[in-house]
C-alpha cells in the first residue's frame, strides 16, 4: 500500500486520515495527527516505515490514544505538559532498529540533568551588557548560517539554507539574535504551533568565545516574552542530552525536565538523545 511518494527526500503525507512527516534525514516517522487512528492503521504504517529503512516512529499522543501504541509495541519516553491546548502529550516512540534504542552516553545525561535539578540558581537578567537582543529580520539570514555552520556539523532542519530560514521565518517561526558590534553572536528560536497553542524552543547556537554569558538564557526570555503576550499556553525544548550549557539554560529558566528521546535526531554528525523541557507560559512568570 503505498502512502508516499519517496524521492529521497522529506515529505509530510496522510494515509486513511492520519497525518504523518516522513524524515529520510533523521531516518524516523513522525505521527502527527489522526481522530480515526486505529491499531491496524499504525500497523500498516509500521511496515510502511520499515520498507523505508527507517529506524525510529514517533509520535506526541492524546491520552485517549495511549492504548492503541502500547499495543503496537510503542513505548512511553516523555510528556509534553499542556501540549494540546493545555491537554498532556505523551512523547511515544517505536523502535524499529536495535541499536537506536541503546543511548550511548546515558551516564553522562543523567549527571547532567542531577546538576540541573540540584542548582537552584535562577535566571536574572544582565545588567550593563555589551549586546542588545532583538527579532531576526531576512536580512540576518547570512549571519545565522555562518553561525549554525560554525556550531552543527549536521542538524536535524535544514537551517543552513537561505529558502528555508526565509520560508520558516515569514510563516511560523519566531527568530531572536543577540548583536554586539555588528555582528550576531547567539540565536535561539520559538517554532509556533498556532492550531495547540504550543511552541518549541530550539535551533540554539552560541559563538564559543561569548558563552558563559547568560546569552542564551536571555535569547529564551525575550522569546517567552512574544509567546505569553500571543496567548501560547505552554513552552518546550528538545536539548542535546549531553550538553551542559543549554540543558542548564533551561532549567534555570523554570523549564522542568519530562523525558528523554533517545537516538532522536542526526546532530553534529551522527545520532543524539534529545531532554523534553516543558514549561506552562499562562500565569508564569521567570
Known sequence: MKIGQNDCK???????GVDMYVDYHNERLKILSGSLLSELLIKVIIEYAKQENLGKIISNCHKKDLSIFEECGFVAEGIIDGFFQGEDAICMSLFLEKKR????????????????????N?????????YTIRQAVPDDIPQMIQ?????FETHPTPIFSREYLLEVMR???????AEEEG????IASAELDKQHMNAEITDCATYPKYRGRNILSELIFQLETHLKRDGFVTAYSLSRANNLGINRSLSKLGYIYRGRLINNCNISGG?????IWVKALKNNDV
Open 171 to 177: 510563516d511560523h517561526v519566531l527568530f531572536m539574535v
Open 271 to 275: 545520532y543524539e538523545d534529545m531532554n
Open 183 to 186: 555582528k550576531i553572536i547567539s
Open 101 to 120: 534504542e541503546c543511548s550511548l552516553y546515558e551516564e553522562k545525561e543523567n549527571r547532567i540533568i542531577d546538576y540541573c535539578v540540584k542548582n537552584t
Open 10 to 16: 522529506n515529505f509530510y503525507s496522510n494515509f486513511s
Open 122 to 130: 535562577k535566571f536574572e537578567l544582565t545588567k550593563n551588557k555589551k
Open 147 to 151: 553561525l549554525f555552520q560554525t556550531i
